[in-house]
């Protein structure tokens, strides 16, 4: 089962930590949001639109916040911070999505060779997504269809 694409949003949900959501938060990294992962499935900064980046990969816009994760240049424990921010073209911006078994999806950037996955640095009660050189586990991420 392909990634669905815009204009369907989806919710990019994790089995890890019992089972998270991932959302753009108001947590800031200068003028860009750090992007977490929470428990609560119905939050509206939950969904992401899968937008083809014209080259073969995706880009994942926020509609809530009208902002695109990006793998930013600053890191917590060796690893990059996923951030968002609202420049559409920014080659941060793209990810190969591929599939290890069906319905499963992960997230390569191909500007910095990372995959993203949720991590185990907090900010407050939620976890902050990161982006690491190694594949794995933390790295799968399942794509529900927003209500």
Do not use: C, W
């Amino acid at each position: 089962m392909p990634l669905p694409m815009f204009p369907a949003q989806i919710l990019l949900h994790t089995d890890q930590q019992n089972g998270q959501f991932l959302f753009v938060s108001n947590d800031t990294e200068g003028d860009d949001k750090v992007v977490e992962a929470h428990p609560y499935p119905d939050e509206f900064r939950n969904r992401f639109e899968a937008q083809d980046d014209g080259g073969g990969n995706v880009r994942l816009y926020n509609p809530a916040t009208g902002y695109y994760l990006f793998v930013s240049e600053g890191e917590r424990g060796g690893d990059k911070v996923v951030e968002a921010h609202p420049y559409r073209d920014e080659p941060r911006n793209s990810f190969m999505v591929l599939e290890p078994d069906p319905g499963v999806f992960v997230f390569l950037n191909p500007s910095t060779n990372r995959f993203m996955f949720i991590s185990n640095d907090r900010e407050g009660d939620d976890f902050v997504i990161e982006a690491h050189p190694y594949n794995e586990l933390r790295n799968r991420f399942t794509a529900i269809p927003a209500a």
